[in-house]
Each structure stands twice: as C-alpha cells, then as structure tokens.
C-alpha cells in the first residue's frame, strides 16, 4: 500500500504544481501559491517516506551482512576442526601402515628363528599350537626365548594367557636342562586343557603348570576393581624372571591387562624382564604409558622397547 502511495506520489505532486503554474497564469496567484506549496509539500513526504525505506532496506542489508559473517566464521571453524580429524587420523593410519611394514619386516627372519627352535626342541611327531591370531606374536616369544637362552641358570616364566608361548619356553627350558618352570594363568578351562595336552605330547609338562586361573574381581592398590586372573592358585613360585602379558582377552574390560603389574609386582626379580603383546592395540598402549609411571612394591619398569606388537620392559627394584 505504501508503496503504491509512494510510487503515485510524485506524479500527483507534479501534476498539482503543473496546475499551481495554469493557475498562476489566470492570475490567481493565491491560490497558484497554495497549490505550490501542497505539490512541495507531497514532494517532501514522498522523498522523505523513500528515504526512510531505503534506511530500513539498508539495515536490514547490514544485519544480512553481519548473519553472513557469523556464518562464514561458523563454517571457516568447522572446517578447521574437520581438516585437524582428517590430519590426526591419516597421521594415526600412517603409523600404523609403519607398525605392519615393521612387522612384515621382521616376520621372515622370526619365521626362520623360530623354525630353528621348535625343529631343536619340539618332538617332530607331537602337534603344536597354531602361531599368529590369537596366540603370541613371534617377536614377543623370541624376546622370551633369547632371556631364556641367555639366563645363566633356572629361569621362571609367567605366562598370562597360556598356549603357544607356555609351550615353546617349557620346550626351551626342558632343552637347556638348566631348570626353571613356565607357569601360565588361563581362564578358559577348555584353553587350559589343550595347552596341558600339547605340553603332554611334547614331554614338557614337568617344565610348565597351566594354573586354572578364572577370572574374578580384583582389588588394585589404588582401591578399585577390575576382572582379572583369580591369583588363588597360583602356588610360591619364587622370584619371576619373565612376565609375558598375553591376557586376559582384551574385550572383558578397558585395559584389561593393567592389572598385572600393580599385582604381580612384588614377585618380580630384580632385572626381570616384562613382555607386553599386541601392544599395537590402544589399549596396550596405554596400559605401557601408564606402568612407566608407576612403582608398586618397590618396582619400577624402564627401558622401553618397542618392536611394534610387542614391547619389553625391565624391572627395576628400588632402594
Ligand atoms: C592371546 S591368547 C594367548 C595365549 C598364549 N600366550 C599364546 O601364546 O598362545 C590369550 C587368551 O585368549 C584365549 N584364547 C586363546 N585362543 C583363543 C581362541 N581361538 N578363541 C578365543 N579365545 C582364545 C585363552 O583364554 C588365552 O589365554
């Protein structure tokens, strides 16, 4: 409506003022007068009404403006954030593209070590459990194999998950004749019977127990609880030399492997060396990070090294 009034507005105001100069020429000047100054008159209010439009138009220009703004510096952030995900997790893919190379890598000359122990120890006729999947990686039990071949006298392995590992260090140890025993905690009875069974086979079960060990809640030192291995049977086997952390399964908890360092610390040797599986895997990962930082019965762990897969840690007793 307004703007059609506006829009008709200034044509009136030409066609009063064309009649304000007829007006004037018949000498009526009066009211030519008048009639001028009603044209002037709507003239200004016209003008004045657009102007005031084109200062809301102009505001609301500026409003759009500023909404465009926030938008763009909206989007401008969420791309930021997008392209940093994007960076992190190539940076992420790129080294775990480098854990697999490392692994093939090493995995020929593994494969060979390992052929040369078992072809040295094992009974050619008897079975041996399946390497890879769910067992120990090659590298974590030549970490072992190499303590062991290098132990002066007996040495005693722990084994938290038992099988290939169990098998191959009993094995080694019933060769070298210099003592020793694999003790190996599993919670699977079905497990631990076939872990006995290839020991029978390969006359090593004087070398390793296979300890029924289900898993319960256990108390850490800093008060919580976690499931782990219940320790009940686990006889006095001394000062351990070897802690190989292959278990529990890691889908029974976050960090479900934690627990053996804070719990088990006190029966670590001096020296004793710690390996830690499929440290690939975040959560191993972490579990590492955090025993770095950590000292339970006056044992610390140092000297890092990680092959990947797997990483060796020693005991250090403190004091
Ligand atoms: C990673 S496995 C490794 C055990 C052992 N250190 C080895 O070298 O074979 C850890 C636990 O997983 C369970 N386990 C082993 N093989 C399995 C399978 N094929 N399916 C499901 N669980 C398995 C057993 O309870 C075992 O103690």
């Known amino acids: 409506m307004l703007h059609r009034l506006l829009r008709l507005a200034l044509p009136v105001a030409a066609g009063i003022a064309l009649l304000a100069a007829v007006?004037?020429?018949?000498?009526?000047?009066?009211?030519?007068?008048?009639?001028?100054?009603?044209?002037l008159a709507i003239a200004l209010a016209a003008g004045h009404l657009r102007l005031d439009k084109l200062e809301r138009r102009m505001a609301?220009?500026?409003?759009?403006?500023?909404?465009?703004?926030?938008?763009?510096?909206?989007?401008?952030?969420l791309l930021d954030r997008n392209r940093d995900v994007v960076r992190r997790q190539g940076e992420r893919v790129?080294?775990?593209?480098?854990?697999?190379?490392?692994?093939?890598?090493?995995?020929?000359?593994?494969?060979?070590?390992?052929?040369?122990?078992?072809?040295?120890?094992?009974?050619?006729?008897?079975?041996?459990?399946?390497?890879?999947?769910?067992?120990?990686?090659?590298?974590s039990i030549l970490s072992i194999v190499d303590e062991i071949q290098k132990a002066p006298g007996p040495v005693t392995v722990l084994d938290c998950g038992s099988g290939?590992?169990?098998?191959?260090?009993?094995?080694?140890?019933?060769?070298r004749g210099a003592g020793g025993r694999v003790y190996a905690l599993e919670a699977d009875p079905g497990f631990a019977e076939e872990t006995r069974g290839?020991?029978?086979a390969h006359g090593a079960d004087e070398h390793a127990v296979v300890i029924d060990a289900p898993l319960t809640d256990v108390t850490l030192p800093d008060g919580s609880t976690a499931p782990?291995?219940?320790?009940?049977?686990?006889?006095?086997?001394?000062?351990?030399?070897?802690?190989?952390?292959?278990?529990?399964?890691?889908?029974?908890?976050?960090?479900?492997?934690y627990p053996a360092f804070?719990?088990?610390?006190?029966?670590?040797?001096?020296?004793?060396?710690?390996?830690?599986?499929?440290?690939?895997r975040p959560d191993e990962k972490e579990i590492v990070r955090?025993?770095?930082?950590?000292?339970?019965?006056?044992?610390?762990l140092t000297q890092p090294r990680n092959h990947g897969r797997a990483t060796l840690l020693r005991v250090v007793r403190e004091g």
């Open 290 to 300: 955090r025993w770095l930082t950590e000292e339970y019965a006056g044992r610390r």
């Open 198 to 200: 290839y020991l029978r």
């Open 60 to 77: 609301a220009v500026a409003r759009q403006g500023r909404q465009r703004g926030a938008e763009q510096e909206r989007l401008a952030a």
């Open 94 to 139: 790129r080294r775990e593209i480098q854990g697999v190379r490392r692994h093939l890598d090493q995995l020929p000359s593994d494969t060979a070590y390992l052929q040369r122990l078992v072809a040295q120890t094992a009974d050619p006729s008897a079975p041996l459990p399946a390497l890879g999947g769910w067992a120990a990686t090659a590298r």
């Open 23 to 39: 007006t004037a020429e018949f000498g009526f000047a009066r009211e030519a007068a008048g009639l001028g100054l009603l044209a």
């Open 262 to 280: 804070p719990l088990l610390a006190d029966r670590l040797a001096d020296g004793a060396l710690v390996v830690v599986d499929d440290t690939n």
């Open 164 to 175: 290939s590992s169990t098998v191959l260090d009993a094995l080694l140890l019933k060769q």
């Open 228 to 257: 782990w291995y219940d320790l009940a049977q686990l006889p006095d086997v001394g000062e351990i030399d070897v802690l190989f952390v292959d278990g529990p399964i890691g889908t029974i908890a976050e960090l479900a492997r």
